[in-house]
């Protein structure tokens, strides 16, 4: 049977009204380089400097983009030749997760967003070109738009997710410059058309699927599961939300890699970088974590104190003072710096796709679980407070905030 969710048929556009955020939980301060040599510009405190790009939704099977924009960065249009954009660009990712510069070669990346980004493809043009990224247009075969039903009768256009859509598609050229990039705009926000546009991800041939978008947890989600998420042999990664310690949906489902955040920051260390989980022990804005409220709890995850799916499985930078940059310029100003979880899973969707294909009817979700070595593992910080305590604050192995870690190379990512 067709599962139906609720939702209100004239809602409030998303990016009509992004609420801004106090981040009280932003402790560090700063931005890093965003390009191989060049030192990124300091631009004020960060931590209530920050704007959601998308409204909450309140309403059951309503969900919001995840992307967190800085607007304390000073900011501009076009290619920089002489000054880096603030923020980290892909050589910093590249060196912080241990990615090779050019894997990933035919693998299909798909990005699901509500939406249409009317600047998608020549916002991209302008990040990849900026870093010496190769070339992703329509023309060379590399950038494919498409509706949720495969056409090209896109929705309509809302400033909001076009910067969701442009943090997006420059994280899975950072992670994986050499990608194809499958972006699949939702007719809404309702969890059953962003569910037909993962179904048509799928059935275009992706093996990775990056949704950075959640909502409250409900009843029908189980359902939903059935109907959008079980694809065996397909990478689907969702980001576990950006306020702190509690679960949403999609990221609990079983069939998807839930994707935590953390703070990224250059350092002396052997691998040159630290990270501890984005968040504060105090509660406040972070990375969502928690025990799902209905989802069973997947074979593989072996944690004891949550009877059901816990959050997250793994995690990569979404600390927006730590943030990443992002070209956007649909009713934006070109270059910023943007964070949430957002970030993180296209992340790790690349980094899926630099790991290669997926078994047919492999469970690629269940992967980290059985290479833990393969992860930085993440052993600071929390998202809030809670019992047990592992599923807000890090400590050695699993913890809820960053799962089992972050990349630390492809290993953690094939079959």
């Not at 299909?108 to 043009?125: G, Y």
Request: glycine content about 14%; aromatic content about 6%; overall charge negative.
């Amino acid at each position: 049977m067709h599962h139906i969710r609720t939702s209100r048929p004239n809602r409030r556009s998303a990016g009509t009204a992004p609420a801004l955020l106090s981040l009280l939980a932003l402790v560090t301060g700063g931005l890093l380089a965003a390009a191989p040599s060049a030192s990124a510009q300091q631009a004020g405190d960060p931590a209530s400097n920050v704007k959601q790009l998308c409204a909450t939704q309140a309403q059951p099977g309503m969900m919001h983009c995840l992307a967190l924009e800085r607007t304390d960065v000073k900011q501009h249009r076009g290619i920089t030749a002489d000054a880096a954009p603030s923020g980290l660009g892909p050589a910093d990712l590249q060196k912080a997760y241990n990615l090779p510069a050019g894997g990933g070669s035919g693998a299909t990346v798909a990005i699901v967003d509500a939406q249409d980004d009317p600047s998608a493809e020549s916002d991209l043009a302008t990040y990849r070109s900026q870093y010496g990224l190769p070339a992703c247009t329509t023309a060379n075969g590399c950038f494919q738009k498409t509706d949720q039903n495969g056409g090209t009768n896109y929705p309509k256009a809302d400033a909001g997710w076009a910067g969701e859509i442009s943090l997006d598609v420059d994280m899975v050229s950072a992670a994986c410059p050499q990608c194809h990039i499958l972006l699949v705009e939702a007719n809404s926000a309702n969890m059953d058309d962003l569910g037909a546009a993962v179904n048509r991800a799928v059935a275009m041939g992706a093996k990775y699927v990056s949704n950075s978008y959640g909502g409250g947890e409900d009843t029908g989600d189980t359902a939903a599961d059935t109907q959008y998420f079980n694809h065996p042999g397909v990478a689907i990664t969702v980001s576990s939300g950006d306020n702190g310690y509690g679960v949403e949906y999609p990221a609990s489902s079983p069939y998807v890699t839930a994707v935590g955040g953390t703070s990224l920051k250059q350092d002396g260390s052997t691998r040159g970088w630290s990270e501890s989980v984005w968040g504060s022990s105090g509660g406040g804005e972070g990375a969502g974590s928690g025990c799902s409220a209905y989802e069973t709890k997947p074979s593989w995850q072996k944690d004891t104190g949550c009877a059901k799916r816990a959050v997250a499985d793994v995690a990569a930078v979404a600390d927006p003072a730590t943030g990443v940059a992002v070209y956007d310029s649909y009713q934006a100003s070109g270059w910023n710096v943007y964070g949430g979880t957002s970030a993180s899973s296209p992340i790790i969707a690349g980094v899926y796709a630099l790991a290669g294909a997926p078994g047919a009817n492999s469970t690629p979700s269940s992967f980290p679980y059985a290479h833990t070595s393969a992860l930085n593992d993440v052993t600071s910080g929390a998202n809030g407070s809670c019992s047990p305590a592992y599923l807000c604050t890090a400590g050695s192995g699993y913890d809820g905030p960053t799962g089992l870690g972050t990349p630390n190379g492809t290993a953690a990512f094939t079959g």
